[in-house]
Antibody, heavy 123, light 111 residues
Framework: ELQLVESGGDFVKPGGSLRLSCEASGFTFSIAWMSWVRQAPGKGLEWVGRIKRNVDGGTTDYATPVKGRFTISRDDSQNTLYLQINSLKPEDTAVYYC???????????????WGQGTTVTVS | QSLLTQTPSASGTPGQRVAISCSGSSSNIGGNYVYWYQQVPGTAPKLLIYRNNQRPSGVPDRFSGSKSGTSASLVISGLRSEDEAHYYCATWGDSLSGHVVFGGGTKVTVL
């Protein structure tokens, strides 16, 4: 079964830091591009950023509002994706989802596997 | 304010056809694939359409997607109660950066 399980969400004060994790199973994690998407309470979906697979350089891309504060990394040996969030702001309050961009290696296949989300509250 | 514009709401009775639009520009929809996601309240989003008009395995064929120029559409034919959800379009903001942009979402209500 294809599965992504996020963890690490918490209630933190402004200016604090947090590291979210996303453990993958049921597919070959190392060939997938991985993204983080967040959803503020009562709002729509917002793409946070992505990390490409190592064969594509393992590079990262970030949405403008989070660039410089958020860092995405991956450990293919542990099938795990990470999101380091620094200098947290109240507007970072959201459910954070990890998602694949083509779990089968085709990054044009869309965000085809989603985790259940982990909640970050900044207050 | 999203770069992709969706009508905030749409509704229909069971069995009806509902169309949802997503309007963008030449730098996003015009030059990239469009994707559609369904989010039932309280659950994670689910991929509904990829590459403009392709359905992942398991998605009923009453869902169909299309793209023309700088706009895209999702059509639900034969609306069912379980289709009540938010629907989001998405694409790359521009081909160079590869940033993903989502539309603001459309809430579909089954009357």
């Amino acid at each position: 079964e294809l599965q992504l399980v996020e963890s690490g969400g918490d209630f933190v004060k402004p200016g604090g830091s947090l590291r979210l994790s996303c453990e993958a199973s049921g597919f070959t994690f190392s060939i997938a591009w991985m993204s983080w998407v967040r959803q503020a309470p009562g709002k729509g979906l917002e793409w946070v950023g992505r990390i490409k697979r190592n064969v594509d350089g393992g590079t990262t891309d970030y949405a403008t509002p989070v660039k410089g504060r958020f860092t995405i990394s991956r450990d293919d040996s542990q099938n795990t994706l990470y999101l380091q969030i620094n200098s947290l702001k109240p507007e970072d309050t959201a459910v954070y989802y990890c998602t694949t961009e083509g779990y089968g290696g085709d990054y044009y296949s869309g965000m085809d596997v989603w985790g259940q989300g982990t909640t970050v509250t900044v207050s | 304010q999203s770069l992709l514009t969706q009508t905030p709401s749409a509704s229909g009775t069971p069995g009806q056809r509902v169309a949802i639009s997503c309007s963008g520009s030449s730098s996003n929809i015009g030059g990239n694939y469009v994707y559609w996601y369904q989010q039932v309240p309280g659950t994670a989003p689910k991929l509904l359409i990829y590459r403009n008009n392709q359905r992942p395995s398991g998605v009923p064929d009453r869902f169909s997607g299309s793209k023309s120029g700088t706009s895209a559409s999702l059509v639900i034919s034969g609306l069912r109660s379980e289709d009540e959800a938010h629907y989001y379009c998405a694409t790359w903001g521009d081909s160079l950066s590869g940033h993903v942009v989502f539309g603001g979402g459309t809430k579909v209500t089954v009357l």
